[in-house]
C-alpha cells in the first residue's frame, strides 16, 4: 500500500487522522511507505515510530524514538541497495559481481557509478600502486603500539594517523577527496599487514607493485606468493563485503563527514563502528564460537545449551535481511570449497550443523560473517585480523559513500526522545 505523502517532515499532526492500518506503513521521517515487515515487530504488534500524537500536541512529549533507527530511512543513496532481499551494487546483483567482477573492478563501480573500461581499471591500478605504501612515521608508530594491542584498535589508530601525513587532508574538493579515498584503499591493507608482522618481531614487507589488493595482502602478510586459489578467494570476500547501504559503519561515516569534517575521520569513525561484535566483530566471533566448540560432536549440546540460554549465535540474524543474507551462500560455497582443498572439511562441517540448528530452531539464517570464519581460518589468517580485513573491502563502500555526502551535504542531526527528569532544580552541593 502506497500512502500519499499527508504531511511534510516533522509537522505535527494528529493521531485521530490515521487509521490503524495506515500507521503501521508509515516512515518516520518522510512519512511514504516502508515494507510492512519494518514496522511489525516480533510479536506481532505494530511499531508506530515517530508519530506526533494529541499528547504531543499538549507539550507532554515531542516525540517518540524508534529503538535502532530500525526501518527509519536517513539518507538517499545510489551506491547499494537491498529490495526485497536482494543486494546490488549500483543496480549490479551482488551475485552476478561475485561471481564475475574483480574487487578492483567493484571499487571503481562504487566510486565512479560505472564499471571501468580497461584503461580505467589500469588507470587506477596505477594510482593504487602508487599509494600503497604508507608513510614512515606511520610504520614507526606501529612499532610503539603494545604487542597485545586489538587488531581493530590498531587500524583505527593508524588510519587516524594517515592524516598527519597528507598534506592534502583537508582539501575539501572533490578531486583532492576521490584520490584520498584511493589512498585509503591502497594503504589499509599495508597497515594491516605490517601491523600483523610488527607485533610478531618481523619486518613490514613492502607492498608489490602491479598485483591486486588480495594478493598484495596476502603477500604483506606472510613474505610468500600466495597460492592462486587463496587470492581468489580473498577477493571474493572482498567483493562481497565492500558495501552494504546505510549499515552502521557507513552510517558512522555518513554522520561524521556531514559536519564536513574530512575523509580521514570519517573512514576513523566507520572503523571504531566496525569493531563492534554486531556488526564487523561478528566474524571473529563466530571463530571463538567454533574454536568453543571444538568438533562437529560438540556442537548439537553447544547450541542447544546456547539457544536455551538465550544466548545470541554470531554469524546469525541480520537487521534488514529476514529471509536470508544473499551473501552468505557464496562464504559457505567457498568454505566448502577450500575445504576439500586442503583436506580439512571439520569447520565446515561444523558450520553446515549449526547452521542446521539454528536455522531450525530460531528461523535464523546464516549472514556475511558466519562462513568468513572458516574461509578464513582455512587461508591461515589470523582469527584476529578477519574483522580487519573486512574494512579492507568496506573501505571502498564507506570511502563511496563519504564522496556521496559531500556531494549533497546536510548536517546528520536527530532528536532524541527524552525521558528523563523535567523541572529539576540546581542543588547547592552542602545541601546535596
Ligand atoms: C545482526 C543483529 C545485530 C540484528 O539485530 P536486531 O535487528 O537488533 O535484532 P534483535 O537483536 O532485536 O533480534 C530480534 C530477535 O531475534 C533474536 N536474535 C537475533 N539474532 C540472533 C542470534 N544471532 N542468535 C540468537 N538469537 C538472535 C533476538 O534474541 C531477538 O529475540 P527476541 O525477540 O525473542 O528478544 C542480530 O541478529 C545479532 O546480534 N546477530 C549476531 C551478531 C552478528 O552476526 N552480527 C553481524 C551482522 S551482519
Same mark, same amino acid.
Given at each position: 500500500m502506497l500512502l500519499e505523502p499527508m504531511v511534510r517532515c516533522g509537522e505535527i499532526i494528529s493521531e !485521530?487522522? +490515521?487509521?490503524d492500518a495506515d500507521k503501521a506503513f508509515l516512515?518516520?521521517?518522510?512519512?511514504t511507505s516502508v515494507p510492512k515487515s519494518f514496522m511489525i515487530k516480533g510479536d506481532g504488534t505494530k511499531r508506530i515510530p515517530f508519530i506526533v500524537n494529541e499528547s504531543h500536541v499538549k507539550g507532554e512529549r515531542t516525540m517518540t524514538a524508534t529503538k535502532g533507527l530500525e526501518? +527509519?530511512?536517513?539518507a538517499a543513496s545510489s551506491i547499494s541497495s537491498i529490495i526485497d532481499g536482494v543486494l546490488t551494487y549500483r543496480g549490479i546483483d551482488i551475485d552476478d559481481l561475485a561471481e564475475n567482477a574483480t574487487f578492483e573492478e567493484v571499487a571503481y563501480l562504487l566510486w565512479y557509478g560505472k564499471l571501468p573500461t580497461r584503461s580505467e581499471l589500469d588507470g587506477l591500478q596505477k594510482q593504487l600502486d602508487e599509494f600503497a605504501a604508507v608513510p614512515q612515521g606511520v610504520i614507526d608508530q606501529i612499532k610503539l603500539y603494545? !604487542?597485545?594491542?586489538n587488531s581493530m584498535a590498531a587500524l583505527r589508530t593508524a588510519v587516524s594517523s594517515l592524516a598527519l601525513y597528507d598534506a592534502s587532508a583537508n582539501d575539501m574538493s572533490p578531486e583532492a577527496n576521490q584520490v584520498k579515498a584511493i589512498k585509503l584503499q591502497a594503504q589499509l591493507p599495508t597497515i594491516i599487514a605490517a601491523f600483523a608482522r610488527i607485533r610478531q618481531g618481523l619486518e613490514p614487507v613492502a607492498p608489490k607493485q602491479g598485483v591486486s589488493i588480495a594478493y598484495n595482502f596476502l603477500y604483506m602478510l606472510t613474505g610468500k606468493e600466495p597460492a592462486e586459489v587463496a587470492i581468489k578467494a580473498l577477493d571474493q570476500a572482498l567483493v562481497l563485503h565492500a558495501d552494504h547501504e546505510l549499515n552502521a559503519s557507513t552510517f558512522a561515516a555518513r554522520v561524521t563527514v556531514a559536519t564536513l569534517s574530512d575523509i580521514y575521520s570519517g573512514v576513523t569513525s566507520a572503523i571504531g563502528a566496525l569493531k563492534g561484535p554486531l556488526h564487523g566483530g561478528a566474524n571473529e566471533a563466530v571463530m571463538v564460537m567454533l574454536e568453543e566448540i571444538g568438533s562437529a560432536a560438540n556442537v548439537e549440546s553447544f547450541i542447544n545449551n546456547a539457544l536455551a540460554n538465550k544466548y545470541k549465535i554470531m554469524g546469525f540474524g541480520h537487521r534488514v535481511y529476514k529471509n536470508g543474507d544473499p551473501r552468505a551462500k557464496h562464504l559457505q560455497k567457498m568454505s566448502r570449497e577450500l575445504g576439500k582443498l586442503t583436506g580439512n572439511m571439520e569447520l565446515y562441517e561444523m558450520s553446515v550443523k549449526i547452521e542446521e540448528l539454528v536455522t531450525g530452531q530460531k528461523g535464523l539464517k546464516p549472514n556475511v560473517d558466519f562462513y568468513s570464519a572458516s574461509v578464513y581460518t582455512t587461508l591461515e589468517i589470523p582469527r584476529d585480523l578477519f574483522t580487519p580485513i573486512f574494512a579492507i573491502s568496506r573501505v571502498s563502500g564507506w570511502s563511496a559513500h563519504i564522496l556521496e555526502q559531500y556531494q549533497d551535504n546536510r548536517l546528520i542531526r536527530p532528536r532524541a526522545d527524552y525521558v528523563g527528569p523535567v523541572n529539576a532544580k540546581y542543588i547547592p552541593i552542602e545541601q546535596r
Open positions: !485521530k487522522n +490515521i487509521n516512515c518516520p521521517y518522510l512519512f526501518g +527509519i530511512v536517513a603494545p !604487542k597485545d594491542t
